[in-house]
């Protein structure tokens, strides 16, 4: 085999889509926050929202900021992969954002809900559907997430009962997901997620 044919076929690696869910309280971001700190080759998709920027956030870096009609128009454009509506707000991720970084061989990461990743899996662009890695994170069982939620201090009785409600609700989806991670300690967590993104890697598929 010669150099050049040996370096043709090596090719170069198309990014992925990893689709990370679970409820509040599971130490989704915990895991995402040192995946991106220490794989150079990760990102985070920047989401779109309606809703103003706080003082401390960057348009751009945190969100794209969009007016009401600026978002009700990319959303009949079509120009969405997932969007939802939270309170008063709308939020979304921009279909173009991720194909461009998956594109050029970064791995996309995501934190977002069941039905934001319902809709990525209906998601007919063949890019987005081969990229796709969906995981879900959740405890052993729903009395480690409570204890979990009551250690943030932050709810009174009722928000905490909602949020609990909404928590053991998306617990009933990790079915739809190819990988599952019973979440443990920090460490343990983040390295189950790195032992699925290093296996993915791997994949021929990955390899154009």
Same mark, same amino acid.
């Given at each position: ?12 690696? @198309? ?7 679970? =409820? ?15 794989? =150079? ?10 809703? =103003? ?59 977002? *809900?069941?039905?934001?990743?319902? @809709? ?18 959740? =405890?052993? *069982? ?48 983040? @390295? ?17």
């Amino acid at each position: 085999m010669t150099e050049e044919s040996g370096k043709k076929d090596a090719g170069s690696r @198309q990014g992925m889509l990893l689709v990370l869910s679970g =409820p509040a309280g599971a130490g989704k971001s915990t895991v995402l926050r040192s995946v991106v700190e220490n794989d =150079p080759k990760v990102r985070f998709s920047v989401s779109c929202t309606t809703r =103003p920027a706080r003082e401390e956030e960057v348009n751009g870096r945190d969100y794209h900021f969009l007016s009401e009609q600026e978002f009700a128009d990319k959303l009949e454009a079509g120009e969405f992969l997932e969007h939802a509506g939270v309170h008063k707000w709308s939020y979304g991720t921009l279909r173009s954002s991720v194909a461009d970084l998956i594109g050029d061989g970064f791995d996309v990461i995501m934190d977002i *809900d069941v039905q934001g990743a319902a @809709q990525i899996r209906a998601c007919n662009d063949p890019l987005i559907a081969r990229s796709r890695v969906d995981i879900f994170l959740m =405890p052993a *069982d729903t009395g480690e997430l409570e204890q979990r939620l009551r250690a943030r201090g932050s709810e009174d009785d009722e928000s905490f009962r909602l949020r609990m409600e909404s928590a053991i609700e998306e617990l009933r989806h990790w079915q739809h997901y190819t990988y599952r991670i019973l979440s443990s300690t920090r460490e343990s967590d983040y @390295q189950s997620f790195m032992t699925i993104l290093q296996a993915e890697r791997l994949r021929v598929g990955r390899w154009l």
